[in-house]
């Protein structure tokens, strides 16, 4: 399979915990993006990479969310001293520059 | 910022009715994209449009870029149970020939299909 893949799929945690998800995006793509989407809701973009730059960042990414791609392949994102607001679905996708992008199944986090 | 309203909100149709959904923006958008979502999962890319007025098709499925460069819709013929799911429009703007890459997404229209 070649699409793009996230780990894990779901993630329970409790407030105050960090937790950091990982995403790998199809092979040839050299941009890589992260969003946040609530029940209802459609994504909204947090954050992305070209190769291994972090481009833009959105206003939702407060200081406790960290994302990386040290070597421009696989991306992480943390979030430090997690709150229940943060329960959302992570999704990740990825795309050749100025192609369309291409979502991986996301990480739900629910956090207790 | 940029919003994109989606309408309608949901639809309930019966098998092998027409459907016909459409977003506006507030501002330009220089690519919109068609995605299907189905509970759990991520998007999915139906369809992409990238010249204002361009009409294109995949399969039952047919999305067209505004003129206006403000709005697109997307039609789907002939529905079958398994079109059953949430639709969402995303559009985002280019500068100086270089993709942004943020997409702004639409609220999403919940799509339900009677046998």
């Known amino acids: 399979d070649t699409g793009v893949s996230q780990d894990p799929r779901h993630k329970i945690t409790k407030r105050g915990q960090n937790v950091t998800f990982r995403c790998d995006p199809i092979?040839?793509?050299?941009?890589l993006y992260w969003y946040r989407q609530t029940l209802g809701q459609g994504p909204e973009f947090l954050t992305y990479?070209?190769?291994?730059?972090?481009?833009?960042k959105s206003r939702l990414l407060s200081d406790r969310f960290s994302a990386e791609r040290p070597k421009g392949s696989f991306s992480t994102l943390e979030i430090q001293r997690t709150e229940q607001g943060d329960s959302a679905m992570y999704l990740c996708?990825?795309?050749?520059?100025?192609?369309?992008?291409?979502f991986g199944p996301g990480t739900r986090l629910t956090v207790l | 910022g940029q919003q994109l309203n989606q309408s309608p909100q949901s639809m309930f149709i019966q098998e092998g009715e027409d459907v016909s959904m459409n977003c506006t923006s507030s501002?330009?958008?220089?690519?919109w994209l068609w995605y299907k979502q189905d509970p759990g999962e991520g998007p999915v890319l139906l369809i992409a449009?990238?010249?204002?007025?361009e009409l294109t098709s995949n399969g039952r499925l047919t999305a067209q870029f505004g003129i206006t460069r403000k709005d697109s819709f997307l039609n789907i013929s002939a529905s079958i149970p398994s079109d059953v799911g949430i639709y969402f429009c995303?559009?985002?703007?280019?500068?100086?020939?270089?993709?942004?890459?943020?997409?702004?997404f639409g609220q999403g229209t919940i799509l339900t299909v009677h046998p």
């Open positions: 995303a559009g985002s703007s280019n500068a100086g020939g270089t993709s942004y890459g943020k997409l702004t």
């Open positions: 996708a990825s795309s050749r520059v100025g192609d369309e992008q291409f």
């Open positions: 501002s330009i958008f220089n690519t």
């Open positions: 449009l990238y010249k204002a007025g």
């Open positions: 092979s040839e793509h050299n941009r």
């Open positions: 990479f070209q190769n291994e730059a972090q481009l833009e």
